[in-house]
């Protein structure tokens, strides 16, 4: 069973005529957050990267903050969403992909507490990070393994690191564990497997209704034993379209789908937000979703399945079903490749021409 295949199913589970509300919603209501809802965990579109913006009740955590090309659009994705301050800003490690975007929203947004890994690093964007803790009087700490915080309706639990000699720094990285009624989530970092055993062997709760795949969905993490544990309901993969690592990975895609967890990812999606008023969780995201399971709704997509190869260019919008249609007479590069790759690679629209 594909990864699609595996969406599809969940999607069916929560109903065709909510997604599609979702959808089509979202375009509106992207930027306001339903009442019933008391915590929302927004999983921020930054690429290859990670950034993960918490709220509920009026207080915010922002758990890393993406590279630099996303720096701004951090930045730009909290004021539109009416943060005004920080409670929580939590560097999980001091990757570029995950620091970048903490300097940033540091300079925009007062915080009040800082967490980082008790490690250094040795990069121009560790420093800058150093500055404008010092610039704003902040002080950084690593919370310890067990300790447990309130943001608004929703408690913090610390599962890692326990450790304090890792050879990856990705193994620094600040796990935690947010929960809000029945419902939580879980957020690693780029914690490999190592970190994994360990909070495997904590005894501290792991199960979440929604796992943030570690590492960008890289096969370093997400080991068997550890999403045995999670058992997610959901995964939200955060990763760059086409990125140069192959994240996801097909090891960690074949994981999460023998826990059977519905999978999410920012490539394919956008920016995700999953919205939760303590019982059940409410998805939204931003792009179309390059699912086919609603595609049979409308004849156009419907034959759109049959297509086993299409073809597209660099720059252009949409996906052709023949190489040799008119309008791609004169492109100098023709790619091709399946039509899940064609949306991947964000070519959504049927050439009006050659795609019937
Ligand atoms: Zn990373
Ligand atoms: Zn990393």
Redesign the pocket.
Known sequence: MTPKDKTKKKSHKIGRGSQLLCCTALLSCFMSISAAAQTTVHILDVGQGLSVLVESQGHTMLYDGGDSDRSSYTVSYLQQHAVSSLDYVVA????A??LNGIVGALNVFPAQTVWGPDYTADTRIYQSFQSILAAKALTCTQPAVGSQYQLGDAQIQILAPSGSDYN???DY?IALRIQDGNTSFLLT??AEQESEAEMLSSGLPLASTVYVAG?HGSSTSSSREFVEAVRPEYAVISCGAGNPYGNPHKETLETLQAVDASIFRTDELGAIVASTDGTAITWTWEKEPPVLSEAHDTAAASSDVSLSTVYWTPKGKSYHSTRNCATLKRSKTILEGSLSDALSANKKDPCDVCVK
Not at 92 to 95: G, I, L, T, V, W
């Open positions: 999980s490690h001091y990757d992909d995950h990856k720094p990705n990285s970092g780029d590492h």
